[in-house]
């Protein structure tokens, strides 16, 4: 019990870190001012593409500005921690420095949950006005009623929100043992990209003749996670994806964030602080 | 497992380093540094350590395997019994850091607060507990202030505060008057005073030889990670090397009159002369004097 409070404190405090840094609140203001104003970018009047363009545009910000989010949040907030020697004073306390990880990352991870649910809720509110206006326009292309599956859009704002956790675990991973914010922030990008990558890499390993290149394509597969995965509802399908779908993702994206996760422990149990 | 804050048994060994030794590995070529090198360190509850040395002799890197921060390559370290690494010793420590910095989004009295709450205070005596000790170092009327205003002697009182949140056996305090205005110092010094009129344990480093004279009760002087002396201020100033004479009663040409005659039998003409504090002295002596 007394280590979920200690936990829970640290989390919150990394959280309150977190809501007052200058650069964050400019990432999310940029992310909600790019969902709110996507419907002004053209002169759409065609009914549901427009749709479909509001949502990739809200979900495309949430997944990009995110991932800088999740990245930039990760490594300040570890790092300046480790620069102030703040984190000197708490370790010196009874806290364990497993529970300083999981403290940053959960408070790190609630910064990324308020960004997710808040920017959700918005283009659920633009796709919702849009698809009623539409409607009132264009009543023939909507005789079917409405097109904007919005469970659809919460379940693919919840995905965004692990695949965040799972980048967040794999930045704090390397935090865990770099020497300077800028190297994992750039390693975090890193990841990012090669994460969103990864099918590439994936069809061309398992078509190579050569063992060698499977073998390490494979280990590349293996090592980093696959974000394309994580997109799995766009919020315009006419169902949700199969449960089993998103057990298997969820499980996925909780498996990589719980590894990543321990083997930022060991690493940060070893460092000198 | 757990340590009893409120037993204050002075037979107690407080902290015990043995035989520790700490290196570092530094550039691209992996050099070795030794920052500590077999420190063996003991002090008993309730008393009250000045650990010497100048910059870089090692004393924050001892501190810091102390509580666990880093790993000895080679000895041990306890607090109470247990290694430093052990929740259960560092909930009897108390902990200031070099030039502390803290949270500066925080006010004083949510840093405290903070801090209390790590230490396991429960919703019922923190508030207490948190107003106790930011009155207690002076900060009662600025505790709602952000920590990114206070000044330096301030962000001490602070650091103060914070360490003593969970009422700890043992405090650790690693130069706690260094970069503060004498106004500042003297006030740290006072604080000091009074934990020690408590009978509480502490460790602290300084470089203000003065003030560790006329606080502590042991002091060891370390230099290149080397403990090349510890003892009582009555055993250390009673080294048969440094035997003091009382001149104050001489008049000026009593004065002459014994200088003359140490020079007549051959002894350096700076053999009688106005010296720095007594503790000064043996520490330049001896950090002059250790080879390197």
Redesign the interface.
């Known amino acids: 019990m007394a280590v979920l409070q200690r936990i829970g404190i640290l989390a919150h405090n990394t959280l309150r870190a977190a809501a007052r840094q200058r650069l964050f609140h400019l990432i999310i203001l940029l992310a909600f001012a790019l969902v709110l104003g996507a419907r002004w970018f053209r002169e759409f009047n065609f009914g549901a593409p427009e749709l479909k363009f509001l949502a990739d545009c809200g979900l495309g910000a949430m997944g990009f500005f995110g991932a800088a989010l999740a990245i930039t949040a990760t490594g300040q907030l570890f790092f300046h921690e480790l620069e102030t020697r703040t984190a000197q004073t708490i370790l010196a306390k009874p806290v364990r420095r497993s529970e300083f990880i999981l403290g940053k990352l959960l408070g790190v991870g609630g910064l990324l949950l308020g960004f997710c649910v808040a920017l959700a809720l918005l283009l659920i509110a633009v796709l919702w006005s849009r698809e009623s206006e539409l409607m009132q326009q264009l009543p023939e292309a909507f005789e079917n009623g409405r097109q904007v599956n919005y469970a659809g859009v919460l379940l693919a704002g919840a995905l965004q929100w692990l695949k965040l956790i799972v980048l967040a675990s794999l930045t704090l991973l390397v935090a865990s043992f770099a020497q300077s914010q800028l190297f994992s922030v750039l390693a975090g990008f890193a990841i990012l990209a090669i994460g969103h990558l990864q099918h590439l890499a994936h069809d061309a390993y398992r078509r190579s003749a050569s063992a060698a290149v499977r073998l390490l394509g494979g280990a590349v597969v293996s090592a980093f996670p696959r974000f394309d995965i994580f997109g799995v509802a766009d919020g315009l399908d006419a169902g949700l994806p199969a449960g089993s779908d998103i057990a298997r993702v969820v499980a996925y994206g909780l498996g990589y964030a719980g590894i990543a996760c321990a083997l930022a422990i060991f690493s940060f149990g070893r460092r000198e602080i | 497992m757990a340590l009893n804050p409120s037993a204050r048994a002075p037979d107690r060994c407080a902290v015990e380093m043995r035989g520790i030794v700490k290196d570092f590995f530094v550039g691209l070529r992996g050099s070795r540094v030794r920052a500590l090198d077999h420190l063996d360190l003991r002090v008993a509850a309730g008393q009250i350590f000045g650990l010497l040395g100048p910059n870089g002799s090692g004393k924050s890197t001892a501190i810091?395997v102390l509580?666990?921060?880093?790993?000895p390559t080679r000895g041990e370290a306890r607090l109470f019994g247990l290694p430093g690494t052990d929740?259960?010793a560092?909930?009897a420590?108390g902990?200031l850091?070099e030039s502390?910095?803290?949270?500066e989004?925080?006010s004083g009295r949510e840093l405290v607060r903070?801090?209390g709450?790590?230490?396991?205070l429960q919703r019922a005596s923190l508030h207490a507990r948190v107003e106790a000790v930011l009155a207690w170092v002076g900060l009662g009327e600025a505790a709602d202030r952000r920590v990114e205003a206070y000044s330096r002697g301030m962000l001490q009182r602070l650091?103060l505060a914070?360490a003593l949140v969970?009422d700890p056996m043992l405090l650790?305090l690693d130069e706690p008057t260094a970069g503060v205005d004498p106004a500042g110092a003297a006030d740290m010094m006072a604080l000091i005073r009074r934990l020690k009129a408590e009978g509480r344990t502490i460790l602290l480093t300084s470089h203000l030889l003065g003030q560790v004279e006329e606080i502590c009760d042991r002091v060891g002087i370390l230099d290149r990670g080397r403990l090349l002396l510890e003892g009582s201020l009555q055993e250390l100033v009673g080294d048969a090397d440094h035997r003091w004479l009382n001149l104050g009663s001489l008049s000026a040409v009593e004065l002459d009159e014994l200088h003359s005659w140490l020079v007549a039998r051959g002894h350096p003409a700076a053999t009688l002369s106005a010296g720095p504090a007594r503790l000064d002295r043996i520490y330049l002596n001896r950090v002059a004097g250790n080879p390197p």
């Open positions: 810091r509580l666990g921060l880093i790993q929740i259960h560092r909930r420590v902990y850091p502390p910095r803290f949270h989004y925080l903070f801090h709450r790590l230490c396991g650091g914070q969970h650790v």
